[in-house]
């Protein structure tokens, strides 16, 4: 059984900053890449970021790109997601995931490339 399990959302007002975790067990973490996700009400689950098995590589949403930062330590079998200089439009419920492939060579962006998900953290910004 491989779970997830995100913390670290909350309210705050636009401009303001969250810091996200993602803890994973039941799977070698350090072999998949990860991926953050969100989903605002009444619409369809979007990629945010992702980061490769190492850490070496990253890709952003260009909603996103210059505020958040994604980063891991397979150590502590842990993704986290830094948001900064948040807007309204961030607001949503964040998921982290595992991707489906081990050692993929290249980092996914679409929600069916990727096979366990947590429960999600929400995110609230007001303005």
């Known amino acids: 059984q491989v779970q997830l399990v995100e913390s670290g959302g909350g309210s705050v007002q636009a401009g303001g900053s969250l810091r996200l975790s993602c803890a994973a067990s039941?799977?070698?973490?350090?072999?998949?890449?990860m991926g953050w996700f969100r989903q605002a009400p009444g619409k369809e689950r979007e990629f945010v970021t992702a980061?490769?098995?190492?850490?070496?590589?990253?890709l952003y949403a260009e909603s996103v790109k210059g505020r958040f930062t994604i980063s891991r330590d397979n150590a502590r079998n842990t993704v986290y997601l830094q948001m900064n200089s948040l807007k309204p439009e961030d607001t949503a419920v964040y998921y982290c995931?595992?991707?489906?492939?081990?050692?993929?060579?290249?980092?996914?962006?679409?929600?069916?490339?990727?096979?366990?998900w947590g429960q999600g953290t929400e995110v609230t910004v007001s303005s």
């Open positions: 980061i490769s098995r190492t850490g070496s590589k990253t």
């Open positions: 995931a595992i991707d489906r492939t081990m050692f993929t060579p290249v980092i996914h962006t679409t929600v069916n490339e990727y096979d366990y």
């Open positions: 039941g799977r070698t973490f350090s072999r998949y890449a």
